[in-house]
Each structure stands twice: as C-alpha cells, then as structure tokens.
C-alpha cells in the first residue's frame, strides 16, 4: 500500500520538476520617464567661484573709512559710513590692485565741499592667497571671490589729515550677479614711511564695505533667490551680531558693537526685536563746537567717552503674506518693515579741546527716544544678515527739561545664528 502511494506521488511531481526546466527569462527596456533634477551648490552659485573676472567696479557703503573721528556725543551711523567708489583689476590669478574712494557724509549743516575735502583715497595690492591652488583644484575660476593679503596706501584727498601705509588681511566675497562685500582688518601707521621712527604711531582697526558690482562677467543663472537666501526656512527666533569697529592703538582706542534677540509673535509676521549698543572710545577727534564760534564747526579734543543703549522695536514685516501667496518665502525675518522704537540712551564724556578758549568740556546724558520705524532685514548665506531701518524719534533727556525731535540711522552688517 505504502509502495503504491509514493509511486502515485512521484507521478504527480514528475511534470512540474519538467516545467521548471522550460522557464524562459525575457529583458525589456523602458523609456525613464523622470525628469533630471539640478541640485544648486549654494556656494559656487551665490559667490560666483567659477565665473572668470579680471574687472569689477564697485559702488556702495564702506564702514570705518574715516578720514576724521567724530566724538560719540556727535556721531551718527552715517558719520561712520562713506559713499565707496572702486576699481579693482587681476592682472594675475592671484595678484590684482584695488583703486577705491571713500566719500564721507557728516550731516545737512555741513557743505558738501567738507565730505569731498575729507574723501580717502585707498591704493591696494591684493594677494589672493588660495586662488592659485583653488583654480588648479577646479574649485575657482580667475575672479574676486577669495582670502586675500594686502599692502596698501592711504590718503586724504586734502593731506591735512595724516596719509596711512600698512597691511591688511580680509575676505571679499562676489555674490550673485551684481553685488559684493569687503571686511578686514588692517595693520596702519600714520605719517608713514617711518617719519618718526619704525615703531611709532602704529593702530590695528577693522574695515567693511559692501554694495554693487559691475564688470566683465557674464551674467549666471543664480536658481530661486530663496535657494539662495534660505527665506523658505522657518525662524521662530534668531541672534544677531554687529561686525564691530575696532581700533587699537596709542592715540585711539575705540570699539563699537551691538547684540540683538528678535522673537517673532505666534505665526503672524510681527516680531519683537531686542537690541544693545556699547561703545567706547579713548583717544584724539573730532567734537561739534559747542558756540559755533572761530569760524570752528568741529575742534580737536583729547575725549573718553562711553555710550550705552538699549532698544525695543516691536516689527511688523508688512510683505510677508504676499511672499507667502507667490511661494517666495516670508517665513523668516527677512523683507522691509515697519514698527516703533523705544530706546534708552546713555553717554557720558570728557572733552579737552585744543586750540579753542574753554579747556575741557564734560557731558552726561540720560534719555527716551520713541518714534515710528522703517526699515529692511534680509537673511544671506544662513549665518549672514544685513539690517537698515531709520526712526523719527522724540527725545526726552531725563533729569533736564530738555526735549526735541531727530532722525535716528542704524546700518548693521553682521552674524546671525
């Protein structure tokens, strides 16, 4: 029995162990139906590192370009800022020279023939210390984007003021088709050439500029600016911090920086930013004259001086839901704005004035600025950020009956994290 189910078994197996022997295998190709990506290198794409440029004129702000230092009790923003004019040329890949001019503005008292008169004029020769090995490595092309080395000569455009020689270290960046920025910090000395000996009246100070490019460039396509500027991204909340001025030496001390918080408010686009100035100078400027008198508007001072101030500025960034509706971004803090400014301010400073009838000249200020704000914020390159806002404020001086109106200009390049 048991014989006769195993044989019926094996039967039964037979033609399937046959089947498998006759399986065929067939390939086939298919048309790829998905559509190529190109995945945007941010770097190369918002500095422009493989775009070839041997010419670049340049137009913009520069910061700390002063051929006079203004005491803080009179300076503005805009007493730190010049209009910067410049040309640079590479007439190698690694070497190129750097014309500019830096025009300041003082204030709408003073004729413009004070700014021209006090305009720097700054030569450079640039060593771009990377480039070579980065355009052998293919990382780079022959252009402007890099770390660079510099000997330099400066000169005020009248010679009243001191001219400068010394070297300088920094970064100038390319970015996107038509802009560019500029820090470094210099190493100077003051009626050069050693005039007075090889160690004498040397500083160290920071200096920025930024603006626009324009040059022999072919123009690239940069991909969706919120690829480039991370509007798309989420930011609840965020740091800032101002690139200070800074500079150190035996007849200036000088350094000026600022810290901001800003917290949005639920998802709406209303922010609240928090703010702090300090700023402390030592050594020999400029001071407003106190009677207008000599035919003076400004005298030299010996003058220590401290300003403190503390800023809430509640923002409401007006273009975010239009952004938002046409998918470019406003999800972030960046875009104009608008708002109030509350800040209290604090200054406190002893002034020994030169050639003049009065020696010294003491103020201490404690003060309540409000007024309505305007402004523009934009987020660059993650880390990065640009904020420029003007307020017209009332002024309340504490402990005095004095009280008045006056603009307010702050122009901050820094860190953002």
């Not at 137009?59 to 005491?71: E, M, R, T």
């Not at 590479?90 to 003082?106: D, M, T, V």
Request: proline residues 4%.
């Amino acid at each position: 029995m048991q014989k006769g189910v195993l044989s019926v078994l094996l039967l039964l197996l037979s033609p399937i162990a046959h089947a498998q022997d006759t399986v065929s295998v067939s390939y086939s190709e298919e048309t790829d139906t998905l559509v190529k990506q190109r995945f945007l290198d941010r770097y190369e794409n918002v500095f422009m590192t493989k775009v070839p440029t041997r010419h670049m004129f340049k137009i913009g702000l520069s910061q700390y370009y002063q051929a006079k230092v203004f005491a803080l009790s009179d300076d503005r923003t805009i007493n730190s800022t010049s209009l910067h004019l410049g040309y640079e040329f590479k007439f190698l890949p690694a070497f190129s020279i750097a014309l500019s001019g830096h025009i300041p503005y003082y204030d709408l008292q003073t004729p413009f023939r004070e700014s021209f008169q006090n305009t720097v004029l700054d030569a450079q020769l640039r060593w771009f210390m990377n480039m070579g090995r980065r355009i052998r490595k293919g990382k780079s092309a022959n252009n402007f984007s890099g770390n660079y080395l510099a000997v330099f000569y400066n000169m005020p455009s009248t010679m009243q003021d001191d001219p400068r020689i010394g070297l300088k270290l920094g970064f100038q960046r390319r970015f996107l088709n038509f802009g560019f920025m500029d820090f470094a910090v210099a190493l100077q000395q003051g009626t050069p050439f050693f005039h007075y000996g090889a160690f004498y009246n040397w500083d160290l100070s920071t200096q920025a500029s930024f603006g626009l490019a324009f040059g022999d460039w072919k123009k690239a396509a940069i991909g969706p600016l919120c690829d480039v500027f991370l509007c798309d991204e989420h930011l609840s909340n965020q740091w800032k911090i101002r690139l200070p001025e800074l500079t150190l030496g035996r007849y200036m001390v000088r350094i000026r920086t600022a810290l901001a918080f800003e917290q949005k408010i639920g998802t709406l686009p209303f922010s609240i930013n928090f703010q702090l100035n300090a700023d402390h100078s030592d050594g020999f400027n400029d001071i407003r004259n106190p009677e207008h008198a000599a035919g003076f508007q400004y005298l030299n001072s010996r003058s220590k001086e401290k300003f403190l101030s503390f800023s809430v500025q509640p923002r409401y960034y007006f273009l975010s839901k239009i952004q938002k509706l046409r998918g470019k971004g406003g999800h972030g803090f960046s875009g104009p704005y608008t708002g109030i400014n509350m800040a209290y301010v604090y200054y406190k400073g002893e002034h020994r004035i030169f050639r003049y009838t009065f020696d010294e000249i003491y103020r201490k200020t404690n003060a309540i600025h409000v007024g309505p704000l305007l402004g523009y914020q934009l987020r660059v390159f993650r880390h990065g950020y640009v904020d420029c806002n003007t307020s017209y404020n009332f002024k309340d001086y504490l402990n005095s009956n004095k009280k008045d109106f006056g603009f307010t200009t702050n122009i901050t390049v820094g860190i953002a994290f």
